[in-house]
């Protein structure tokens, strides 16, 4: 469960960040701007858009995402369902004092002077046209916190959170919904099915719901359910985001296809990245993108600044997962030339390499190469257990690689102690590079690499089953 819920949490943040450039032009632009994938360099995070984002910077998506999070660990459990409706009412509005986007709806109901179990639902009775994304945009970490619990207390924490700024019943529904496709998948279900399911069992007053995100709707059917209706309300939101999950096979392709829509792209594919991230897991996210989300979160204790080790840590705390603390890095080694221009490091030795180096990360760093503008940060276990998607770091770290060469930028791979992780990568890379079997790209690397560890008899019989069939041998 856990790579999958880390898929989403994350996800769900990447796609806010890739599609706020693009947040409310037209249909088309991010296959413009970006005809084919950009592996080098910064990749695609280019940041920009309205409201100037920072390459990379989640907007006001993940943030209320992150306060809801903050708030649900922070609850004693007393409360209903274990969400305190009051607490993350005033941790919303101290968040949008000074928020740089906050939506019409939710800053109306935020603003009132009702008490805050009324204030969602006053609005919704003066204005009952309104159904904005907001409650489901911010769905993913509440998703993932109540996914081990039954199908009606995952619906019901929908209900709690989305009622806290939206009353309407739609709202609700909406979010329910994508609660459950994430419930389904983060547990060995399959999300579609968990879906269908729910959608036989909804209100008559629901309809849209059935319509709009049945298996062969499509946001190219000129004549499909809801065509009048943008994806800045609960319904199209979802619409879309579901069914660029749905025709898609990978996550890149989930979140472009959805950006690719045009309109309120970051929150679509805010809820695209939640809901592939949940099926993809993390290590389909591509690392080019991870790597660089951040944001800035105004809680009661002041402002901070989340970044994907913060996510990723914020995403084991939901699942009420132990922490690891980081151990100290030994005596440096490297950075070694393996080939030219390509460099094996510990973790000491790479945090000295210059900043015009490309550092490629298999292991947590805090905040050792923020000044290092091209780098990647991959998420890679050094254990024995497996791993569904290894394959899916290996061949994007390898891309990678190749890429930073292709620029004639120098390149570092390390991990903690330069040995396990950064052996499987560099082997991997020479596996493909050179069209060597498993054994002959060992033997090449332990002449020229001390830190060679071939401990993580997983990672050897990857390199001697999977990869081999995928590579090309001489």
């Known amino acids: 469960m856990r790579h999958r ?15 706020a450039p693009f947040e409310f032009g037209p249909a088309g632009q991010y296959s413009e701007r970006f005809p084919a994938p950009v592996l080098g360099g910064i990749g695609e995070m280019t940041g920009g858009g309205g409201f100037g984002w920072a390459p990379g910077e989640f ?5 209320m995402a992150v306060v809801q999070a903050m708030s649900i660990l922070a609850d004693d459990g007393i409360a209903d369902n274990g969400i305190d409706g009051a607490d993350l009412f005033e941790r919303f509005r101290t968040w949008a004092y000074d928020a740089s986007d906050v939506g019409n709806q939710t800053r109306a109901v935020l603003g009132s002077r009702e008490p805050w179990h009324r204030a969602a639902e006053e609005h919704f009775r003066r204005h009952p046209d309104r159904a904005g994304n907001g409650a489901l945009m911010r769905a993913t970490p509440t998703a993932v916190r109540f996914a081990r619990a039954s199908a009606t207390e995952t619906v019901e924490a929908a209900f709690t959170t989305a009622g806290i700024t939206h009353g309407g019943p739609h709202a609700g529904w909406g979010t329910a919904l994508f609660h459950l496709m994430v419930r389904a998948s983060l547990t060995g279900g399959d999300p579609f099915d968990a879906l269908a399911d729910a959608l036989d069992t909804l209100p008559d007053d629901q309809h849209r719901y059935r319509d709009m995100l049945a298996p062969d709707w499509s946001p190219h059917d000129p ?66 993108w991870a790597t660089y989300v951040h944001g800035h979160v105004t809680t009661p204790d002041g402002a901070t600044t989340y970044r994907l080790a913060d996510l990723q840590e914020l995403t084991l705390r939901l699942l009420g997962h132990r922490v690891a603390l980081d151990t100290a890095p030994g005596e440096a080694c490297g950075p070694t030339e393996i080939a030219p221009g390509l460099h094996a490091a510990d973790l000491t030795a790479a945090a000295g390499v210059p900043t015009d180096w490309a550092v490629m990360s298999f292991c947590r760093v805090g905040d050792r190469f923020d000044a290092h503008p091209v780098r990647r940060l991959a998420y890679l276990v050094d254990t024995e257990r497996a791993e569904p998607d290894l394959e899916q770091v290996v061949a994007d770290a390898v891309d990678t690689i190749d890429a930073f060469l292709a620029e004639g930028r120098p390149t570092v791979v390390h991990c903690h102690h330069g040995a396990s992780r950064t ?20 033997e090449h690397l332990a002449e020229r690499w001390p830190r060679l560890s071939q401990w993580n008899e997983r990672f050897d019989h990857f390199l001697h089953t999977t990869w081999t069939q995928r590579t090309e041998i001489r």
């Open 423 to 442: 052996g499987l990568i560099l082997r991997a890379w020479l596996m493909r590079q050179h069209g060597w079997d498993a054994t002959i790209a060992t």
């Open 59 to 63: 907007t006001d998506d993940t943030q």
């Open 223 to 288: 004549g499909r359910a809801g065509a009048e209706l943008p994806n800045g309300t609960v319904w199209g939101c979802l619409a879309e985001a579901v069914w660029a999950v749905r025709s898609t096979s990978t996550f890149a392709d989930a979140i472009t296809t959805t950006i690719d829509l045009g309109g309120d792209t970051d929150t679509v594919a805010a809820v695209a990245g939640g809901l592939a991230g949940a099926i993809h897991g993390i290590a389909g996210i591509p690392s080019r």
């Open 5 to 19: 819920a880390l898929g989403a949490v994350i996800g769900s943040a990447v796609g806010d960040a890739l599609g």
